[in-house]
């Protein structure tokens, strides 16, 4: 059992419609990284959050530190969401990622 | 520039040839880390330096691999006697220090294939 589980592994959405995107982990925790990687290869920082919750335009990350579980949410999802999303956790400097959720957003 | 670079951006050696990667972060980021993506696969953690130091090493698959950093600015990964499972893109990060709150920048990586 990998230390860092996504789910789901591939989501087709059309557009408009709120997506989530889940990630449980095993082990303690210092923080949690989403990521979003691009078609072409890119990685963008999107949230690190240790508490609660974060927003930022339409995009949405929560962290429930108890139940070893994060969420991040699009709303209004477009095309242009489509990209691998990566959910990693941090202790100290080290990071332990899941193996990403393929997103699609058909117009 | 503006964003953490990487040179070469693709690099094709020969089985047993040693290759060097480098790594510019953003000026002022204290800490910088490097990670590695092979094809089809996830993420994987390799090594990280705050400053100039290495606290974590963990993640280095083997005495092939080897990472410095110098004036808490450009690292260099080095791969020994290169084989063909080291075929990856690596990655380079850097944020302002390594405390949690902190951002992490990628670099656009270097695409490594070995022979």
């Known amino acids: 059992k990998n230390e860092v589980e996504q789910s789901p592994q591939n989501l087709t959405a059309q557009e408009g419609e709120f997506i989530t995107i889940n990630c449980s982990y095993s082990?303690?925790?210092?923080?949690l990284h989403w990521l979003q990687q691009h078609p072409g290869g890119g990685i963008v920082s999107l949230f690190m959050l240790s508490s609660g919750k974060k927003k930022h335009g339409r995009l949405i990350a929560t962290i429930n530190i108890q139940e070893k579980h994060s969420s991040l949410h699009i709303t209004a999802s477009h095309p242009r969401d489509s990209a691998v999303y990566i959910c990693a956790v941090r202790d100290a400097g080290k990071s332990t990622f899941g193996d990403g959720t393929t997103l699609t957003v058909k117009p | 520039g503006a964003g953490v670079s990487q040179s070469p951006s693709n690099k094709v050696t020969e089985k047993g040839k040693d290759v060097e990667l480098r790594c510019d972060p953003i000026?002022?980021?204290?800490?910088l880390y490097w990670y590695r993506q092979r094809l089809g696969q996830g993420l994987e953690f390799l090594i990280y330096f705050q400053g100039n130091s290495a606290p974590d090493k963990s993640g280095l698959p083997s005495d092939r691999f080897s990472a410095e950093r110098t004036g808490e600015s450009v690292s260099t990964l080095t791969i020994q006697r290169t084989q063909q499972e080291d075929s990856a893109v690596y990655l380079c990060?850097?944020?302002?220090?390594?405390?949690?709150?902190?951002?992490?920048?990628f670099g656009p990586g270097t695409r490594l294939t070995v022979l």
């Open positions: 000026s002022g980021h204290t800490a």
């Open positions: 990060a850097s944020s302002q220090q390594s405390g949690l709150s902190n951002e992490q920048f």
């Open positions: 082990v303690g925790i210092s923080a």
